[in-house]
């Protein structure tokens, strides 16, 4: 039998999650560091850096949602997927 989604499930194979370049600890770890980076490097900007400086940040920030949405579909996706085998059979 090829490999089934369900099958994956059932043996705990099925990790989507594996998809992604962090786990949701490393993710909190990663993001703390980062904010406390940003702040160290915020205060030694000259000021007239600072205000290009918030802007490019405020960029970097809107991409984080779009990461959140490409997953969902995706596990969106699988839901279908698992619907079409259970059906099919």
Do not use: H, T
């Not at 990790?15 to 406390?36: H, T």
């Not at 405020?58 to 996706?77: R, S, T, W």
């Amino acid at each position: 039998m090829k490999d089934s989604i369900l099958n994956e499930i059932y043996y705990g194979d099925f990790e989507p999650i594996e998809q992604f370049a962090y786990s949701l600890d490393e993710y909190k770890k990663m993001y703390y560091e980062v904010c406390e980076k940003e702040n160290d490097i915020r205060y030694r900007l000259p000021k007239e850096l600072e205000k290009d400086y918030v802007n490019l940040m405020n960029k970097i920030f809107l991409l984080e949602p779009l990461a959140v949405k490409d997953a969902f579909i995706m596990g969106f996706k699988a839901g279908a997927r698992i619907m079409v085998e259970v059906f099919e059979e």
